[in-house]
């Protein structure tokens, strides 16, 4: 994904996955899921413009992250849900 501002290039970035135009998944495969895990996909979120992201921590103990952003403004917190549990 190219980043722009203002019209000029920035940088590029890559998205793990993008569903449907509507969801961005981004996946982590590490022990601990460092602090700037989340502020990526909100990131991702703003230069997208999409709404809403989802963080797939595939650590000891499997976890998954919702992110939800309107019109590249937070609106709301991630929840975190162990994958083990069922809880959806």
Partial sequence: ?????????LGRQRIDLIVDETLVVEIKSTFDLRHG??????????ATRLEV???LHFGPRPKF???ISTNGYDVSAESA?????GNT
């Fill in 81 to 85: 849900v162990s994958a083990q549990s």
């Fill in 37 to 46: 895990a989340r502020d990526q996909v909100h990131n991702y979120l703003h």
């Fill in 65 to 67: 992250y919702r992110v």
């Fill in 53 to 55: 992201g989802l963080l």
């Fill in 1 to 9: 994904m190219i980043v722009f501002y203002k019209g000029d290039e």
